[in-house]
């Protein structure tokens, strides 16, 4: 079982050239696993952990519902936005400037074959890392990503995901609002939520910008102690 994973910051890019990139790294580890089971060999498959900031871009996931996007093509044009009907799991969410994005792509048979354990552990990174700024981040029955003030009149989601997984092997992942436009929400409803809010971490500290480098290697701290990895870090 190979996991090591390796690591790379994409920095801003384009949604659609990082979902082919994305594709490219699930397809070669999926390659891998046939070819291991069609020739009995057993090559290692890799795994991947990407970060990324997207441009202003709504995605609407395989099953999720084309009304919750409020916003007519023009409209979209107007506000600089794109929009993509996607193969992952969820409804309507939204990326932009000051979210941090992760995507791994991981062979879980490297790690565990369970995808619900997979995606509380990933809510699990990110409320260990909220828990470094004494923020209480928490889980909503039936509602994937993480929560802020779940039972109270005053639920909001400060993270959302939506993976993908196929022979165990895993796209797409999670945003995390720190620095994040709030106002691009309005145009949504939110993974399909009505009536819950939305909120970023500098929102929730009271503070103009909070630094996303910093947010970044908690987040890789916890994520490798969490999934027992080691992380090899590609330019």
Known sequence: MNKKIVFQD??????????DYQESLFQKIVDTKIQN????????????????????????????DFSNLLLSEKQLEQKGATFYKINRGGDITYHGPGQI??????DLENFFPDIH?????LEEVIILTLAEYNIIGV????ETGVWLGVGTPFARKICAMGVRASRWVTMHGFAL???A?????DNIIPCGIKGKAVTSLNVELGV??????????????????????????KE
């Open 10 to 19: 994409l920095g801003k890019k384009d949604y659609k050239v990082t979902w």
């Open 37 to 64: 089971r069609k020739q009995e060999t057993q090559i290692p498959t890799s795994n991947y952990f990407l970060f990324v900031e997207h441009p202003h871009v709504y995605t609407l996931g395989k099953s999720g």
């Open 101 to 106: 994005v992760g995507y791994p792509i991981l």
């Open 117 to 121: 354990k997979y995606l509380r552990l």
């Open 139 to 142: 889980r909503s029955e039936g």
């Open 177 to 179: 609002n720190v620095n």
């Open 181 to 185: 436009d709030l106002g691009y929400f």
């Open 208 to 233: 103009e910008k909070i630094n996303e480098h910093e947010v970044k290697e908690k987040i890789l701290k916890h994520f490798s102690n969490l999934f027992e990895s080691t992380f090899i870090y």
